[in-house]
């Protein structure tokens, strides 16, 4: 297993070229596939792939504040504390990754960038506290735990079925209700193995000895807050006023707690964990300039997804603009049954995952195809809509678009975590597969 485990590093290591230049690729591979398997012409293609170019902008602009809302309250003193001790629990490299893969597996299926933003910075001081630790493992290992995020609260395929309005809904005959996706005992079975297997997977792969990457101490090392001065004008003592602070994180704990109490504790929208993450980081670093500074030096990790995503905008608009979407998932439904449809259904999703990586951009694709065909085969349509899920978030593994926010705050490239995580998707592949051949 570490032999093999060890290849996958040494050729992700010499082959996976920066997220930017597979994003490109991507991009051209798409553009290719569009003008020479659809009856789009050169400018079809290039249109739609214009027109879809900033699709994802506003999408783009919530990921960036994940990552700087995150990075910023995981800098505050209280934070540090909390972390220091979770961390003070693994004695060994295989134990760090075990505990990251499990608590980024629990956190993502409570909300996928609450996920991404615990596996980082747990990942961080796991890297101040357990000697002798390999951090790209690590870092992989809490990346793994993200594997299950569709299937939980947040995922965004079983949410729309369960709105009113969602565009299959005259197939369905209404909404999909979640205790027949998220919360039917087959999906949590299934997604609740992973996030307990996974953990005792990387304590099989976790390398020892000489195969251990020794950590650069710089990725670590947080900037030092300026002391507070003696003697202040009067703009810096309204910089160094806590009582402004407290009024403002007083609006913000107001403003969540009437959010929670009118649609429940766990209805965690993006906007809304970006929200917790940006009021919990005022109120915790005490003063508006602390918070300022911390701001300053998170915006750093945010460089890749405001130059990549605009680029996976373009290439959903290809894939939606042209149908080339619609002709891969058609494939797999040609050679599909009423039993194997689903199982079919998750390979074609995990293949288009590769193309169109964001949860809602995948419902739009095959939704509309794949829907109607279960329908017509006599297939369950809340296996499908599951069954498209696991395959959204099954070769996230290896596609880097959602790394991002993960690898910005840890400070490393997706090449570095992807010969780990590419062993976590063989492992979950298996259990999801299994999981879609039995009944429901």
Known sequence: MKAVVRFFVNVMQKYLPDAYLFAVVLTLLAFLAAWGLTDSGFMKVVNSWGNGLWGILAFAMQMTLIVVTGHTMATSRPVKRFLSTLASIPKDNAGAGMLCAFVAGIASFINWGFGLIVAALLARELARKVRNMDYAFVVAAGYGGFIVWHGGLSGSIPLALATKGHIMEKVTNGIVPTTETIFCLPNLIITFLVIFTVPLLMKI???????????????????????????????????????????????????????FYLNGALNLSLNIVIFVFMWLGIILHGTPIAYVR??????????????????YGGIQGIMVGTGLGAMITNWFIGISTEVTFPFFTFIASGLLNFFVPSGGGHWVVMGPVNIPAAVELGASIPKTAMAISY?????????????????????????????YTVMIMFWAGIIFGVGLLVPW
């Open 205 to 259: 792969i976790a390398p020892t000895g000489s195969d251990i990457r020794v950590l650069d101490p710089a990725l670590l090392v947080d900037a030092e807050e300026p002391e507070e001065p003696k003697v202040k004008t009067p703009a810096q003592r309204l910089e160094y006023s806590r009582i402004i602070t407290l009024l403002l994180g007083a609006m913000g704990v107001i403003y969540l707690a009437h959010y």
């Open 294 to 311: 911390a701001v300053n030096e998170a915006i750093k990790g945010a460089g890749g997804i405001a130059v990549q995503f605009p680029l």
């Open 391 to 419: 395959g959204d978030q099954w070769t996230n593994m290896i596609q880097p678009f959602w790394a991002l926010p993960l690898l910005g705050i840890a400070k490393l490239g997706a090449k570095d975590i992807m010969g």
